[in-house]
């Protein structure tokens, strides 16, 4: 009898411990929602460069780091999703971005629901930090 109730209590603990374990749909960032309008930025710097990283930035803090762009001067205040891209960008190579600089990163900015293109840069260097994420 006690055989049987040591098993029943390890085979509890063994199911609280797995549903502690379990598979995540996020990755614990504040970026995770952004992973969903990937695909988007890379369309829009047309599969060109490597993705250096996603960064959740609301409109006023990207227009502080990228302060002569006009397109984000016009956009209402609402959390972005900022996909940096490294390669050799040419002028025309990211057709959203209105510099129509070279550079060497292409950042594209994307509403976090439904997304879509807000905004896209060349730049010769990143606005923020992409690589860690926190």
């Known amino acids: 009898m006690k055989t049987g109730r040591v098993a029943a209590m390890a085979m509890a603990g063994l199911l609280v411990a797995s549903a502690c374990a379990g598979p995540r749909n996020t990755l614990g960032t504040a970026a995770s929602v952004c992973f969903r309008a990937l695909p988007g ?19 006023d803090s990207l227009q502080r780091r990228i302060p002569h762009d006009p397109t984000l001067a016009t956009l209402p205040d609402r959390p972005l ?32 629901q439904h997304p879509t293109v807000v905004a896209a840069f060349v730049l010769s260097r990143l606005p923020t930090r ?5």
């Open 41 to 59: 930025a890379k369309d829009a710097v047309h599969r060109k460069g490597t993705l250096v990283g996603v960064r959740r930035v609301d409109t």
């Open 130 to 134: 992409f690589r860690h994420l926190r």
């Open 81 to 112: 999703c900022v996909f940096a891209f490294k390669g050799a960008f040419q002028p025309g190579d990211v057709p959203l971005a209105k510099n129509r600089s070279q550079g060497r990163y292409a950042i594209v900015a994307l509403t976090s």
